[in-house]
């Protein structure tokens, strides 16, 4: 392991020699002076963000991940060329508005508040759309909306690992800008593609209805390089010590985004009809002019990356994608903080179905009410990121993952035991999004932190691939167990998940950190 420091500090250090760089170096040490070989590690797997020595650089040994992308930066006398090294860590600020005072995070963050409320308002808007020129006397729309959510998610399940292997070879600022602006002409071109096929047919479809299933593909497509490039920006405008700030902060954006979408997106798309008259624009203009203002503020962003034409003379795109996997092989805390997220997010994938029969057997709602009780945890979560925003730097991630898991457990189980009253079950799942940002924000985090620049469109490809597919096979799944086995049974499945998924974060990382000490 390579130690780097001020050289007036080598009198009072001993001088450490690394196992693979024969390089001797010397290091200061906030902490008394004492260096523990499996606190040293590039995430904050074993102690909190404020602990952590700046004036430290860590590798990873050959025997433990064979982790060659993180090597690539080693000069060629085996130390990190790192233009400082202080002899304390950088005083940290907490919360919000450390991260808000960047103007280049705040480029980035203010550009995904329009663009992700554009995203989830879109879905509203498409089914405006069908309602008013697609449905036909008294019959339903939902076949029609069910076409326009395969278009929707098609790109989600076969491209998310593509569009980050490409993220990788592209500017992440051309990308996020041209994205946004794609996503908004397209949007705003619905009008006129609607009236120019008006009473036309297509494979004995409405013409129209086809043209939207096309935008709502293309749309969804261009989201799968938006989102993997908007998680690698992250890592390259904010500080390491902020990371778990800014992705708290990033956490509750979108969660907020989520409740206020579908919350007030009718009302919003039906107000602008009437703001802008008779052209019937209102709503197209409310989206489209969303995404179209995110990419127009992204033009400020600035992430310092330097893209090198020799990089872009790269193999196979599919070499790419198997050098993402291979990564995710090598590097057992990436892999850890992967398979917690994609549990995560398959126990939120299946209380969305398991909400409506809750919602059903809760006296005096319906089940088409099951939104207030997914609003719940859309909240829960929202303060569960705002905290871990302010206190997480204190708790190191693995005491945060399994923290999260065993309490997002308990709430499943009080699910049980409450039975069907909405009060306490409106409690638990507002828990339940708590627990779940302590597990979700502190894992993203890893990720952004462990993964190295030219990696992370790869790997942040195959986790939205990943997480894309856990929420679809539960929506297929959960409903059909809940038929067969009852809500209760399912409810404590989930919390069987929910903390095994925690306890076996919490081995991997583990194992991954005494492996790491042996080796040396």
């Not at 405008?237 to 902020?242: G, L, M």
């Not at 499943?412 to 924000?441: E, H, K, M, R, S």
């Amino acid at each position: 392991m390579m130690l780097l420091s001020d050289s007036k500090l080598q009198p009072t250090i001993p001088p450490l020699h690394g196992n693979r760089y024969p390089h001797t170096g010397t290091a200061s040490c906030s902490f008394n002076k004492q260096v523990c070989p499996h606190t040293q590690l590039t995430c904050n797997w074993e102690k909190p963000p404020y602990l952590t020595n700046v004036g430290i650089v860590s590798e990873e040994l050959e025997e433990q991940d064979n982790n060659s992308s993180n090597t690539k930066h080693l000069s060629s006398n085996g130390i990190f060329p790192t233009p400082h090294s202080p002899l304390l860590p950088e005083p940290e600020e907490e919360g919000f508005l450390s991260v808000l005072k960047n103007r280049n995070f705040l480029s980035l963050w203010s550009g995904q508040v329009f663009s992700q409320l554009a995203d989830k308002v879109y879905l509203v808007l498409t089914i405006a759309l069908i309602a008013s020129h697609f449905r036909t006397g008294g019959n339903t729309i939902s076949s029609w909306v069910s076409a326009i959510t395969i278009a929707f998610t098609i790109p989600a399940v076969l491209l998310g690992s593509l569009a980050g292997a490409f993220v990788d070879r592209w500017s992440k600022k051309a990308v996020l800008v041209v994205t946004n602006l794609l996503r908004g002409f397209l949007v705003l071109m619905l009008p006129a593609l609607l009236w120019l096929s008006e009473g036309k047919q297509f494979l004995s479809l409405p013409l129209g209805f086809c043209l939207l299933l096309l935008v709502t593909f293309l749309v969804s497509t261009l989201t799968q390089f938006f989102t993997p490039a908007e998680q690698s920006a992250i890592p390259l405008v904010v500080e390491r010590h902020q990371l778990l700030s800014a992705n708290s902060l990033y956490t509750t954006t979108m969660m907020a985004s989520v409740i206020i979408g579908f919350a007030v997106g009718e009302p919003l798309l039906a107000l602008a009809d009437r703001v802008i008259g008779k052209a019937d624009l209102g709503k197209e203009l409310v989206v489209g002019g969303s995404y179209t203002i995110a990419g127009l503020i992204l033009l400020l962003l600035s992430t310092r990356e330097k893209i090198n034409p020799t990089e872009r003379e790269s193999p196979h795109i599919f070499e790419d994608i198997r050098d993402g996997l291979v990564y995710l092989k090598e590097n057992r805390r990436v892999r850890a903080a992967l398979i917690q997220l994609v549990i995560l997010f398959s126990v939120f994938a299946a209380l969305a179905v398991l909400a409506v029969r809750l919602a059903e057997l809760i006296p005096g709602m319906k089940a088409s009410q099951f939104g207030i009780l997914l609003a719940a945890g859309g909240v829960g979560m929202a303060v569960g990121a705002a905290v871990v925003g302010y206190v997480g730097r204190y708790f190191s991630y693995r005491q945060l993952s399994l923290a999260g898991s065993i309490g997002m457990a308990a709430t499943l189980i009080a699910l049980c035991l409450f039975g069907n009253q909405l009060w306490p079950d409106l409690l638990a799942i507002a828990f339940l999004g708590i627990f779940a940002a302590v597990v979700g924000v502190p894992m993203q985090t890893a990720i952004q932190a462990e993964t190295p620049d030219e990696m992370r469109g790869k790997v942040f490809g195959l986790q939205n691939n990943l997480i894309n597919i856990a929420l679809s096979l539960p929506l297929a799944l959960a409903g059909v167990a809940e038929a067969f086995l009852g809500l209760k049974v399912v409810f404590l499945g989930l919390a069987v998940l929910a903390s095994a998924g925690g306890l076996l974060t919490w081995y991997i990382s583990g194992t991954g950190i005494r492996n790491f000490t042996h080796a040396k």
